[in-house]
Nanobody, 123 residues
Framework: QVQLVESGGGLVQAGGSLRLSCAAS????????MGWYRQALGKQRELVAT???????KYAGSVKGRFTISRDNAKNTVYLQMNSLKPEDTAVYYC?????????????????WGQGTQVTVSS
């Protein structure tokens, strides 16, 4: 089982910055891709940014140039630096990890999710 614990959310004024962290713990053999998704009230969950094990990144168009995703493989942690925040960035931000964990049928890859952290940007 993999547990993902997010931190760093909060309330910030438009134009401000926040840094989210997500640490993976529990029993797993490897973590490949990690990423951040967000879900605003009344909307579907959407991709914010992803990063592969070798550091390749992908961003949603709405955050490109403002957000930066990074990871520390030694700490099994992924970060999201969010700058120039806008009210439309307000959402619950979820951490995601593609991890290989033990299972009854042998090691298997699964998508794991954190509980989410609220980010609120005031105008």
């Amino acid at each position: 089982q993999v547990q993902l614990v997010e931190s760093g959310g909060g309330l910030v004024q438009a134009g401000g910055s926040l840094r989210l962290s997500c640490a993976a713990s529990g029993t797993f053999f490897a973590i490949n891709g990690m990423g951040w998704y967000r879900q605003a009230l009344g909307k579907q969950r959407e991709l914010v940014a992803t990063i592969t094990g070798d550091g390749s990144t992908k961003y949603a168009g709405s955050v490109k140039g403002r957000f930066t995703i990074s990871r520390d493989n030694a700490k099994n942690t992924v970060y999201l630096q969010m700058n120039s925040l806008k009210p439309e960035d307000t959402a619950v931000y979820y951490c995601n990890a593609h991890a290989m964990s033990p299972s009854a049928g042998g090691p298997s890859w699964n998508d794991c999710w954190g509980q989410g952290t609220q980010v609120t940007v005031s105008s």
